[in-house]
């Protein structure tokens, strides 16, 4: 029996590509799946699992800063992960996407 993809593991997937030191917006991805939102995006995000080796921290909101979550726990993690790969953060803690964005058909 063959199992269809639920909208998590479309998300996930192309979560998957997006390379070290570049971000997407939760609406970039959204775009990009079938009849999906970014909140969808960002509820796939919020409940990636662990052992999937799924990028996460490189989902951004479209203003290009992190959105809240964990308690500022998340957000202080994925900056840290982010800034490991590279991706630098203005004085208003905003990414540019023009430098960092992910552009796919690039």
């Known amino acids: 029996m063959d199992h269809k993809p639920t909208y998590r593991d479309l998300i996930y997937e192309i979560v998957k590509c997006i390379p070290s030191g570049r971000v997407a917006s939760y609406g ?42 964990g308690a500022g726990f998340g957000s202080a993690l994925q900056r840290q992960l982010l800034e490991e790969e590279g991706v630098i ?13 992910w552009k796919p058909l690039d």
Not at 35 to 51: D, K, L, Q, W
Not at 90 to 100: A, K, P, S, T
């Open 28 to 69: 970039q991805i959204a775009r990009m799946v079938r009849r999906c939102t970014a909140r969808m995006v960002g509820f796939a995000m919020a409940s990636t699992p662990e052992n999937e080796n799924i990028p996460w921290q490189r989902v951004i909101n479209s203003q290009g800063k992190i959105s809240p979550h």
């Open 89 to 101: 953060f203005n004085e208003e803690n905003i990414v540019d996407f023009d430098q960092f964005g």
